[in-house]
Structure formats: C-alpha cells, structure tokens
C-alpha cells in the first residue's frame, strides 16, 4: 500500500528533527529513522496502529520515542496527517 504524507505531517518530521538535533543531531537522526520504518511496516499491515480518538485515523506508537503518528487509510493509500509528541495535547481533529 502506498504511504504518503501530509504537508503537515512532513512540517512535523522537520520540527522533530531540528528540536532534537539542536542537543544531539546523532539521535535526531536515529529517532527519524525509527519513525521512518515504523511508517514502512503500516504499507503491509495498515491497521497496526490503534483507533483513534479522532473517527477516522488511526495512531501509531512509536516504540522507544515519545511519538505517535497520525494516520487515515484509504483504499489504495494511507495518508500520514501528523506526528505528535506523545506530552502534546491531542487534536479532536486533523485539517
């Protein structure tokens, strides 16, 4: 199944980088590349995340980190809408 990301799910990635980064850009890097694979294993298994407090999406946790990534399935695709960290309040819905 086709991944793809929302303009604000890609502004997340970038904020959780640059934040990270700012103390240790090695772990920066192995945080995004643990949330790139997690994301890799919904295009074969794309209800692996739980439902949701917002109808319609589904949260993936990612392991080892204080992440959760948003995401909606379609029929051909899965849309990435946001990656949250896990202390933020959590949206009652995605734009």
């Known amino acids: ?9 890609l502004s997340d ?3 959780v980088y640059d934040y990270i980064a700012l103390e240790n850009p ?3 890097q192995k945080v995004l ?4 694979v997690a994301i890799d294993h919904l295009a074969d ?11 319609g999406v589904r949260e993936l946790i990612i392991s080892d980190t204080p992440y ?7 029929d051909n695709y899965l849309n990435i809408i946001a990656v949250i960290h896990s202390r933020r309040k959590w949206t ?3 734009h």
């Open 33 to 36: 590349k643990r949330i790139e």
């Open 92 to 94: 009652t819905k995605f």
């Open 45 to 55: 298994h794309p209800q692996l995340g739980r439902i949701s407090r917002v109808e």
């Open 26 to 28: 090695v772990y920066a």
């Open 68 to 74: 959760i990534v948003a995401y909606k399935k379609f």
């Open 13 to 15: 990635l970038y904020a």
């Open 1 to 9: 199944m086709e991944i793809r990301f929302s303009q604000n799910a």
